[in-house]
């Protein structure tokens, strides 16, 4: 454990600003998701509905905690690519069945399994923060949040039940299998600088990128599509998922405290070897790998060491190439779109690939 | 939290041993579960392949972690229930389809779903103690245990399906939200001296009895039984499971550490308002009560306290109360076979109830 806690805030001095080559404009960037969002606005809300009714409970706690996660924020980026993949497939249409609804509260089931994922993240690494509120471990207690998390997966798995679907209860149920893989690779992989880059792309594309790639497949399947399309957006899916998550290790030495919504330098604390701290020790000459034997492989660090982390990340160009890795990632989700006919929500997912990359949070 | 730690170990002086009324024979009790082992033997030796088997993953500390909870020992109770009432309902017929080992197999995920919660219960109460060995948590820490429980959930319904049938998915899912639900509900009456009789059946029917009653339920449909068959068979199962808490709960107050295989006293040091204690709290006078609220309510507690609640306990019969009412749903749980003709396997089943009443451990 690091000799200080994961609470203390970094000052901002020792942020890196993300520097992403041809960014886009940071307002046609935000406006991409944006369209994204009002394409499916009225799925979307729907699917709002349907996560607050099913964290109903008789047991009090259980709303409350799981309102605190669920209902109070996030991007909803993941019920999102449910939405859009299914409208993108032509749901509804004769070959789906059912009331026009099963995208929405399969969304909802997806939403429900990435917060149950999100609860019991934050109890194995202890984090304070989450979407810039005080994470749910930290309001409610570590038990509280490690069983309504078992209640929320419970839930989701119901609401695939009442669908009805085989296939899908098939892909999430398999999903769900490989995010807890990945979580424990990278337990497994913590404090090891001797992780390859395949290893690490491993554990992202477990505890993230499966997800992700569910998520887009299961709109396929209530669409009725045929099995391209459903491998096409589970390509699509897999890659910004992929994409996101680079991104996501890349800003936790890169952005600030505010901008971020959860405190800076948690990898770092937690030794996990993301690929920018990969880069940097690989990069590194003898005095800076012993730098990153003694704070991530030994997990001793005083509070001087967060910013000579940062110092040597930026120093060896770690954060750009990891965001250039997420660049060629989401260019190949991008290109797994190829399948389907222009349209403005096939743009609209397009974009959402440059949003992987670009966003500041 | 108390003031020492939940793994030092209660003299034995201080136990009390369990003094049921009418016992049966000790030899006779345990051969009853020993019957019910024996009726069933290949189908649970099959069982017990299949967890091995269903364990696997690349990720090698999950079969690891698991291993050491799912494989090293255990009564099978919940898979040897599936197992019994596939049987009992005569599986395999004409009816149920399959290869003859769907019983099997969703035996395994019962199993499944409660290691995960086993793991998952071990972070919540901080135990040290789990079948007499070192918990999980103890060994591999808490964070590998909430992950590892993701996967085995997950696990679980990888497996039901493969087995394909909605209904055994919609019995199981229920049971699972059921579980958290009852898991929180604990949580939130915990140092609630307040807590009725009936909330506390509440805690004990989702903690464990919800999969008791699904465990037997799922049993009577892949055997493709009738619905009196399969409500009959939930309604052994409730039953049985709240009369096997129900002597749990007694037994951390009675039995000695050796013969339990886990810490004595648990339950008093986390503050559990088990029955035990709601009885002994009503019937206390007033200076008995101040040692509950302070002990229970307010949590602190010093090395005597535990000798002194065992006392309390003694002195006004909880333990025999408590027992006694497990041995009326123990009842309860025998006249729901009542349905089924007569047969070695419906006696073993009646047994089994003697031996969840009876048992030592």
Chains 1, 2 share one sequence.
Request: hydrophobic share 50%; glycine share 8%.
């Amino acid at each position: 454990m690091p000799a200080f806690g994961s609470s203390v805030p970094v000052g901002l001095a020792e942020s890196v600003p993300v520097r992403v080559a041809d960014p886009p404009h940071r307002g046609a960037v935000e406006d991409s998701l944006g369209a994204l969002v009002g394409l499916v606005g009225p799925d979307l809300a729907a699917c709002n509905r349907t996560i607050v009714e099913r964290m109903a409970s008789p047991v009090e706690l259980i709303p409350r905690l799981a309102a605190h996660l669920v209902a109070a924020g996030g991007k909803r980026l993941r019920p999102l690519l449910t939405l859009a993949a299914a409208r993108l497939c032509g749901y509804p249409d004769a070959a789906a069945g059912g009331d026009g609804l099963r995208h929405v509260r399969l969304a909802a089931c997806v939403e429900f399994i990435h917060s149950a994922t999100l609860l019991h993240d934050d109890v194995v690494d202890e984090s304070q923060l989450r979407r810039g509120l005080a994470s749910a471990n930290a309001v409610f207690g570590n038990q509280a949040s490690v069983l309504v998390g078992d209640f929320l997966f419970a839930r989701a798995f119901q609401l695939m039940v009442a669908d009805g679907s085989l296939r899908v209860l098939e892909i999430l149920s398999r999903a769900a299998a490989t995010i807890a893989e990945g979580e424990v690779l990278q337990l497994a992989t913590q404090n090891d600088l001797d992780t390859s880059e395949a290893r690490y792309l491993d554990v992202v594309t477990g505890k993230t990128a499966a997800l992700f790639a569910a998520a887009c497949q299961v709109g396929a399947v209530v669409a009725g599509r045929e099995a391209a399309a459903e491998q096409a957006l589970a390509e699509y899916g897999l890659k910004l998922g992929i994409a996101f998550q680079l991104v996501d290790d890349a800003l936790d030495y890169a952005a600030d405290q505010a901008t971020l919504g959860k405190t800076v330098g948690d990898d770092f604390r937690e030794g996990k070897t993301t690929l920018p701290v990969l880069l940097a020790y690989a990069a590194g000459d003898a005095a800076e790998r012993a730098f990153w034997e003694r704070t991530i492989a030994a997990g001793e660090q005083s509070e001087a060491d967060l910013a000579q982390a940062f110092r040597l990340i930026r120093a060896h160009r770690a954060i750009e190439t990891t965001i250039a890795r997420a660049r060629d990632f989401a260019a190949e989700a991008q290109a797994a779109l190829g399948l389907f006919s222009s349209s403005p929500l096939r743009q609209a997912m397009l974009d959402a690939a440059d949003y992987a990359v670009c966003r500041a949070r």
